[in-house]
């Protein structure tokens, strides 16, 4: 079995190599990480100029490493196309929890998405912040479902409270939450003219039963499975029943629709 990991806190990041030194146990390992902190960066990826790959010396014996001048969907991208033979992604540890619509903006999560856009079981995995961080608890779990998800095409976003093994109240299977740090934006002027810094403010989190918030919460690992489907289909009372009317006033009265023939 061959793991391909990476991360957006860095290459140096002990997240990282808590994750791989566990991975490591249970196949090979190879690791592309960006060669510095990417937090927030979300699926972003690198187009306008050269993405840099160097080897550096692995921090856990037997696994190669890779620094990428890149996002964390630059490494895996790059990871995966230099690499033959990738069973899984595995991204994190990641040194603060990724819940709510903070997976929108999470560089943890966008990095995991891109294996699996490739049909590759993919995990991103967090643990809440506070210090110390317990990544051992959420490092054994990892070895626990590389052996679990070989063979499914599947993205999860796997967060868990900072505590010891002892303390963990629970494993749930979640829905993503409300709120978090990226609705909670503050702006505010750098001192020269027109320029302003955005920062994190207070996050709002609103976490119902099920949620992946309400689970860390109450001491539990959440696992939410993350889909691949973008829409939703459902009705959108401002357009049911409007549809054929939009479409005679876009052409003109003729309903034809725009391009057929």
């Known amino acids: 079995?061959?793991?391909?990991?990476?991360?957006?806190?860095?290459?140096?990041?002990?997240?990282l190599w808590a994750l791989v030194g566990e991975l490591a146990r249970a196949g090979e390992v190879i690791v592309f990480?960006?060669?510095?902190?990417?937090?927030g960066i979300g699926t972003?990826?690198?187009?306008?100029?050269?993405?840099?790959?160097?080897?550096?010396?692995?921090?856990?014996?037997?696994?190669?490493a890779y620094r990428v001048e890149g996002t964390p969907a630059d490494s895996v991208i790059l990871g995966l196309e230099v690499t033959d033979g990738v069973d899984m992604v595995f991204s994190g540890i990641n040194r603060g929890s990724n819940l709510g619509n903070d997976v929108l903006l999470s560089g943890t999560v966008g990095g995991a998405l891109q294996g699996y856009l490739k049909g590759l079981p993919s995990v991103a995995i967090s643990v809440d912040y506070?210090?110390?961080?317990?990544?051992?608890v959420a490092a054994k779990l990892a070895g626990l479902l590389a052996h679990r998800i070989r063979g499914g095409s599947m993205l999860l976003n796997v967060n868990l409270?900072?505590?010891?093994?002892?303390?963990?109240?629970?494993?749930?299977?979640?829905?993503?939450g409300r709120g978090g740090y990226s609705t909670a934006f503050r702006m505010g002027q750098d001192g020269a003219p027109g320029a302003y810094r955005i920062a994190l403010g207070?996050?709002?989190?609103?976490?119902?039963?099920?949620?992946?918030?309400?689970?860390?919460?109450?001491?539990?690992?959440?696992?939410?499975p993350l889909k691949g489907t973008l829409s939703s289909a459902r009705k959108l009372p401002a357009l049911d029943g409007s549809l054929p009317a939009l479409l005679r006033e876009l052409?003109?009265?003729?309903?034809?629709?725009?391009?057929s023939s």
């Open 202 to 224: 207070k996050p709002d989190w609103t976490g119902g039963q099920g949620t992946d918030i309400q689970a860390v919460r109450q001491g539990k690992i959440s696992i939410t």
């Open 251 to 259: 052409v003109g009265g003729d309903e034809t629709p725009l391009g």
């Open 44 to 64: 972003a990826i690198t187009l306008k100029q050269p993405v840099r790959l160097e080897e550096v010396e692995p921090l856990v014996a037997g696994v190669s």
């Open 130 to 136: 506070s210090e110390p961080v317990h990544f051992e």
């Open 33 to 39: 990480a960006p060669s510095r902190e990417q937090s």
């Open 1 to 15: 079995m061959k793991i391909l990991v990476t991360n957006d806190d860095g290459i140096e990041a002990p997240g």
């Open 161 to 176: 409270p900072n505590v010891d093994s002892a303390s963990i109240r629970g494993l749930e299977i979640t829905r993503v």
